[in-house]
């Protein structure tokens, strides 16, 4: 009996770019262009309003993140939104102060 083969593909550890950009950042460059594009796409100033402000966003992440490593944008901002301080214990539920004795005359 033969061994069957498939031929695969050899650059599987390559990480997906799309224009030299991770696929985190070319969705925020195409959301933030799409947005500029719904708030100033009808005006007369479309290339100063709206393509400029994402040329410059996109070059911003280009040289910015020269050197860093994957999903960098998307660590950094997890790092920023998580909480400052973790506890072992749960937030008290209940804001009850405890009982306080009575003062003795």
Known sequence: MPLKSEPTS????KKLLIFGYEVPDVLAIFLL???LNFLFGQTNQ???LVWLPVIVIA???RI???GKPDNYLVHLAKFHLR???FS???SPTNDVAPPRR???L
């Open 102 to 104: 009575k003062k003795s």
């Open 46 to 48: 479309k290339l100063l």
């Open 88 to 90: 072992a214990f749960q």
């Open 59 to 61: 070059l911003v992440l």
């Open 83 to 85: 909480p400052k301080y």
């Open 10 to 13: 050899q650059s599987l550890e």
């Open 64 to 66: 910015g993140k020269r």
């Open 33 to 35: 262009l799409s947005i």
